[in-house]
């Protein structure tokens, strides 16, 4: 069963930065879109950014710009790079494959400051 471990959370103030990495512990990213998920207080969980196997990225609309989706395959991980931080952008942030996700890591927590 793959599990995925994500990380690099951590408080900012609002215009700060943090890049958060996904490790897998299997080789599951070089054949498969993976994204970033978000989850606020009270709120359901939303998509914030995917990166397919080609690789091409896509964002919502609320991060474009500021975040950026890479992958490095052999190392099993992906990164969210996080610019500009908002504190709308303080939620639990997960990783996961889009199609037929995998069990939930425990995700990691963003909080902005303002």
């Known amino acids: 069963q793959v599990q995925l471990v994500e990380s690099g959370g951590g408080l900012v103030q609002a215009g700060g930065s943090l890049r958060l990495s996904c490790a897998a512990s299997g080789d599951i990213f070089a054949l498969n879109t993976m994204a970033w998920y978000r989850q606020a207080p009270g709120k359901e969980r939303e998509w914030v950014a995917s990166i397919t196997s080609g690789p091409t990225t896509a964002y919502a609309d609320s991060v474009k710009g500021r975040f950026t989706i890479s992958k490095d395959n052999a190392a099993n991980t992906v990164y969210l790079q996080m610019n500009s931080l908002k504190p709308e952008d303080t939620a639990v942030y997960y990783c996961?494959?889009?199609?037929?996700?995998?069990?939930w890591g425990q995700g990691t927590q963003v909080t902005i400051s303002s």
């Open positions: 996961n494959r889009v199609w037929k996700p995998y069990p």
